[in-house]
């Protein structure tokens, strides 16, 4: 067969041409047919110059098992704690560093709505020896703030007796009195969105409790 002819007596394109040619087909997009027939081609094909990960065989994994388990392995199962020299490098190293806007937005959106129990109670470093009122530290807690929260998505964010136009300073109030009933403080029941206007004019707020004597 001589050279530039293929079987079937096909001819290329580019035969007899000398220097840099441009293709024929370059810049015209691929026909479905022949898009059907590059994809029936490929199928079941294997690729080596593809990358694969290694798989391990289950007697090899087990050999890395045993090999990284027990008395082989000092530190399996173990937490490691840095020495108390170790943390004096580390902590004269962070002195005086100061973070970008950027990463304080990033570490402040990480902890955000993330209570630190480490923090609380006597590890607290503003801990006094348990002074703070009762009522006040209920108000403070995790599980009053989720009850407020609760109330606020119940009643979509906006004052049950003025709705959007009432603004969007909310307060979450008790329809009967948190002093009075300790056992319905935590009750999503008994509590109602208001705006600050409309919460002083209940006959639940502030010291009225301590003048009126109410029905319930």
Request: hydrophobic share 25%; net charge positive.
């Amino acid at each position: 067969m001589p050279k530039g002819i293929y079987k079937h007596n096909h001819i290329v394109w580019n035969k007899g041409k000398k220097g840099l040619q441009i293709a024929w087909n370059k810049g015209k997009p691929w026909s479905k047919d022949a898009k059907e027939k590059m994809s029936l081609a490929k199928k079941g094909k294997k690729y080596p110059n593809r990358k694969k990960p290694p798989l391990f065989s289950k007697e090899h994994k087990q050999k890395i098992s045993e090999a990284t388990r027990g008395e082989k392995n000092p530190m399996y199962g173990r937490k490691f704690k840095h020495t108390l020299e170790a943390r004096a490098k580390i902590r004269e190293a962070g002195k005086g560093r100061v973070f970008s806007e950027e990463t304080r937005k990033k570490i402040g959106d990480v902890k955000r709505g993330k209570p630190n129990f480490k923090l609380r109670g006597e590890n607290a470093p503003n801990w006094k020896g348990g002074i703070t009122p009762i009522n006040r530290a209920i108000r403070t807690c995790l599980e009053y703030k989720l009850w407020r929260k609760s109330v606020f998505e119940r009643d979509n964010y906006q004052c049950i007796w003025g709705g959007k136009e009432h603004g969007s300073k909310l307060n979450a109030d008790h329809i009967k009195p948190f002093a009075l009933f300790p056992e319905l403080r935590f009750a999503i029941d008994n509590g109602r969105t208001l705006c600050e206007d409309c919460h002083r004019k209940t006959d639940t707020f502030g010291y009225k409790n301590n003048t009126k004597i109410i029905k319930y």
